[in-house]
């Protein structure tokens, strides 16, 4: 049997003198990964140290990622103990308001948002997604990564007041976010859907648009022969093209796309995969019935909860790769 530790590091120190004799003082003085055999008595890899406030997350039950307060991410495969991935992450305007950071994988892509609540930061209320595995993320970061550990876009996507939609299909070029966000009006409000959706590849914006209204119905569906995902709503549908063609030159000042209105943008994909879902057309649906569109096949990953690092060791259940 195998259990991941996970805990805090404590040495006794020597504290001020007293009257009656040497106090010993208890000081946590860093964190510990370490995975250790219960039948062998012995470590199969670590000790690996972090420094404290280190935040920990497992990832599909076969890696652990580990966020230091500066920013420095770390992912280690649970297995052998290899680490996957070293990188720095730009956490200065909500460093002292970091709450923690998810892992998603799409595809052959992997998210990891760290999310805070930046100082004087305005948190507005929002609703969930009906129908879909999500989380809510107030203000944070999506950095996107390929198989390799490389970055794939040249800067992350911020995040304002949006849901990670863990259960949308893991195949599609584009990642997509949805909420239902209050709009205030007056003296009083109402909830609105915002959605956004951008290309995997490019970390490009595709679709920013919101609905002036609140849904009871949200099916992301697609179509690998026409090229295609619907986006459908109570009310409205949204279908995005893919295509080899390049981005046209944008234009100042652009509206956002309508309905029965195109909007496009601009890249020249290398591939048909790696390629852009290009014009977005917003159809009003009057009670009609979603299209009959192909799934992807793959899994979505779930959302995986931050672990809190306790003061004594945490055994964490993982699979036997022997």
């Known amino acids: 049997t195998r259990i991941l530790l996970w805990y805090s590091h404590i040495e006794k120190q020597k504290g001020p003198a007293q009257p009656a004799g040497e106090q010993v003082v208890l000081v946590a003085t860093d964190q510990v990964l370490r995975l250790y055999d219960l039948w062998q008595q012995k470590d199969l890899w670590g000790p690996m140290r972090f420094p404290?406030?280190?935040?920990?997350?497992?990832?599909?039950?076969?890696?652990?990622?580990?966020?230091?307060?500066?920013?420095q991410l770390t992912l280690v495969r649970i297995a052998d103990g290899?680490?996957?991935?070293?990188?720095?992450?730009?956490?200065?305007?909500?460093?002292?308001?970091?709450?923690?950071?998810?892992?998603?994988?799409?595809?052959?892509v992997y998210l990891v948002v760290p999310w805070g609540i930046p100082q004087g930061f305005q948190q507005m209320p929002q609703q969930q997604i009906p129908g879909m595995q999500c989380v809510q993320v107030p203000f944070g970061k999506?950095?996107?990564?390929?198989?390799?550990?490389?970055?794939?876009?040249?800067?992350?996507?911020?995040?304002?007041h949006q849901n990670l939609l863990f259960s949308q299909p893991a195949g599609l070029p584009?990642?997509?976010?949805?909420?239902?966000?209050?709009?205030?009006?007056?003296?009083?409000?109402?909830?609105?859907?915002?959605?956004?959706?951008?290309?995997?590849?490019?970390?490009?914006?595709?679709?920013?648009?919101?609905?002036?209204?609140?849904?009871?119905?949200?099916?992301?569906?697609?179509?690998?022969e026409k090229h295609t995902v619907n986006i459908l709503l109570q009310r409205d549908k949204i279908t995005l093209t893919f295509t080899d063609e390049p981005w046209p030159a944008e234009q100042p000042g652009a509206q956002e796309a309508t309905s029965g209105k195109e909007k496009t943008a601009a890249?020249?994909?290398?591939?048909?995969?790696?390629?852009?879902?290009?014009?977005?057309?917003?159809?009003?649906l009057p009670g009609k019935p979603p299209d009959s569109l192909e799934d992807s096949d793959d899994e979505p990953a779930g959302p995986i909860p931050v672990i809190p690092p306790p003061m004594l060791p945490l055994p964490?259940?993982?699979?036997?790769?022997r």
């Open 267 to 284: 890249k020249q994909p290398p591939t048909l995969r790696e390629g852009l879902w290009r014009s977005i057309r917003k159809t009003f």
């Open 174 to 224: 584009v990642v997509i976010f949805a909420t239902q966000l209050f709009e205030r009006r007056g003296q009083g409000g109402t909830f609105q859907v915002h959605l956004l959706a951008i290309d995997k590849q490019t970390g490009r914006k595709v679709l920013e648009e919101k609905f002036p209204y609140t849904t009871n119905i949200f099916q992301i569906t697609g179509d690998p």
């Open 52 to 71: 404290q406030g280190t935040r920990a997350t497992l990832f599909e039950k076969e890696t652990v990622g580990l966020l230091e307060p500066d920013g």
């Open 82 to 108: 290899q680490v996957l991935l070293k990188d720095k992450l730009d956490l200065q305007e909500f460093a002292q308001g970091l709450q923690g950071f998810y892992l998603m994988r799409l595809g052959e």
């Open 142 to 160: 999506v950095y996107a990564y390929n198989w390799e550990g490389k970055r794939l876009w040249p800067k992350p996507l911020e995040l304002r």
């Open 316 to 321: 964490v259940p993982v699979p036997d790769t």
